[in-house]
């Protein structure tokens, strides 16, 4: 059977999967057989990843077979710290144990490097196969820095694979690299102004901190640029946030993207707690007004007792009484 029928009876195995047979009616308290269900769904992954397959090579290239310690990661890394690690990698290590490597990654030859190929996409079935001591299953393309970098953006995109934080950092790294916008543009699937957006972010906030928090992949766009906006106007934004996830061992991301949020929430430090202690400006047994110490600066309010002319006084006054502080803070010749 050639491979275009057996896709064909594979469309249509599924699609008389998908609807309810009209003559027979259904047992109550029957459920759908899990075997069935499960060469359903294998039939689905079949003709999903021909589909993939037939899309890689429809450029007329080939399908090599290379050790994993020959092919090189990419200049610039899309994920953070930990995707290729082997408790990341386990469900792609037992599918390619059961069923083999069936889509191919995409690698380029390297004319200058340490290393004869160079990764495109396909990092983490690099990884499994590198960690199963088997050979990498990829299509070799002579691709030039920008086409690399679109595909290896696209790949992640298309199949929704990277967070939105990974995302903003990607963007800014390939920035950092000396790329073009639209380029970037393109290899995020995105708009110039989301990518405005997406760089405003993780330009805002310490790539040491990102990569402390995780990806977090349930905390989107608002979320983060709210984090970013409120990062930035504070001083001992990092201090905080750093201490403060040192103390939660928790590897749930989005979990600590929550932890980081609530450090940023919290009333900032003051340097001086005695100085912080409101105090009162008395006179004839009267309190004239209160001073406050805040972030911002020390601020005298007035009590409700004293007259407006008396503030207008001070007011006029305000010039002589800061030249004479002045003077007085000046050393004695």
């Not at 990829?138 to 990974?166: C, Y």
């Not at 002319?309 to 010039?319: A, H, I, K, S």
Request: glycine residues 6%; aromatic residues 6%; hydrophobic residues 40%.
């Amino acid at each position: 059977m050639s491979r275009k029928d057996s896709r064909g009876m594979f469309a249509n195995v599924l699609g008389g999967l998908d609807q309810p047979a009209p003559s027979v009616a259904p047992v109550a308290g029957r459920t759908p057989s899990p075997h069935l269900m499960k060469v359903a769904a294998g039939v689905r992954q079949i003709q999903e990843k021909g589909e993939a397959l037939d899309q890689l090579l429809k450029d007329g290239d080939h399908i090599i077979e290379v050790d994993p310690s020959e092919v090189a990661p990419s200049a610039i890394p899309d994920r953070f710290d930990g995707a290729y690690e082997g408790s990341a990698i386990e469900a792609i290590k037992e599918s390619i144990k059961e069923r083999g490597q069936i889509v191919p990654g995409l690698v380029r030859p390297l004319k200058d490097g340490s290393k004869p190929y160079q990764i495109v996409f396909g990092r983490r079935r690099l990884a499994a196969a590198a960690a199963l001591g088997i050979k990498f299953r990829a299509i070799l393309r002579e691709l030039p820095d920008e086409e690399a970098i679109v595909r290896q953006g696209e790949e992640n995109t298309n199949r929704n694979d990277l967070s939105f934080i990974e995302k903003c950092v990607f963007a800014l790294a390939q920035e950092e690299a000396g790329y073009r916008r639209d380029t970037i543009c393109a290899s995020l699937s995105t708009k110039k102004s989301h990518l405005s957006e997406m760089l405003k972010i993780a330009s805002a906030i310490p790539r040491a901190i990102l990569f402390a928090i995780g990806p977090a992949p349930e905390v989107g766009r608002r979320r983060w640029l709210a984090f970013a906006e409120t990062f930035a106007i504070r001083q001992d934004a990092a201090e905080r946030v750093s201490g403060r996830l040192a103390d939660h061992s928790q590897p749930d991301t989005n979990l600590r993207f929550q932890v980081a949020s609530m450090a940023l929430q919290d009333k900032a430090p003051v340097a001086n707690e005695t100085e912080a202690a409101p105090s009162e400006i008395r006179a004839n047994g009267f309190v004239l007004a209160t001073v406050s110490y805040p972030s911002s600066g020390p601020r005298i309010s007035f009590t409700k007792a004293v007259p407006a002319e008396f503030v207008d006084f001070l007011n006029n006054r305000m010039e002589a009484l800061h030249s004479e502080f002045v003077r007085s803070t000046q050393p004695k010749q």
